[in-house]
């Protein structure tokens, strides 16, 4: 049996859009709707083996995407820069660095994020 | 004939992971090394007309990585918003700008790099 795996079901928020259609169905059903493989295979008229067949061929193609474009680490990576960035501006705002330090920080925490390449 | 798509050598530097090996060879050797169909089809020991199915194979590809996912796409708003963010640091240095000012604005494009979800 499968275990639900919670980064596949992240996986699929990046790049669910690229998987062939049926795929997509079963994936949504069985890691956004929480669904069996038994409910998925009534639902789609198919074997519980069919349904188990186009999950791990849709994790499959998933996990390649994402070992090939990183759109999901990269999305971490300028989340946490984005929090720094919010971080900065707010100690600025409250007086608590100065400026000419602030704006250093500024600078280098978005040549992180441009180098990123993201 | 085909006229080259500066758009498609773009997207290649961004996708070109995803795509077939022999597709992705084709592609490079066309787009990146600028030979013509004729020097590839020699070189990969197929035809013109083979050359001509892969790259159009590859392009398709491309393009529908592009419309599903718009890495290219978000890579230049943020990018847009990295050269605001520097701006601002910019001005903040020279004293041009009073810190709260710079804390709003970074706050602002900070706050659109995040709600553009890359």
Redesign the interface.
């Known amino acids: 049996m499968f275990e639900k795996n919670m980064k596949i079901s992240y996986l699929l928020d990046?790049?669910g859009?690229?998987l062939d259609e049926r795929v997509r169905a079963v994936m949504d059903a069985y890691y956004d709707d929480d669904l069996s493989l038994s409910e998925i295979a009534d639902g789609e008229g198919i074997s519980r083996q069919g349904v188990r067949h186009l999950i791990k061929k849709g994790e499959e193609h998933l996990l390649?995407?994402e070992q090939?474009?990183g759109?999901a680490h990269?999305?971490g990576e300028?989340?946490a820069s984005?929090l720094s960035?919010?971080a900065?501006?707010?100690r600025?705002?409250n007086?608590e660095i100065a400026?000419?330090v602030?704006?250093?920080q500024?600078?280098e925490v978005?040549?992180t994020?441009?180098s990123k390449?993201?």
Chains 1, 2 share one sequence.
């Open positions: 990046f790049y859009d690229v390649f995407l090939k474009l759109l990269h999305h300028i989340r984005a960035l919010l900065v501006a707010e600025l705002k007086g400026p000419e602030a704006a250093d500024i600078t978005t040549n994020i441009v390449g993201v």
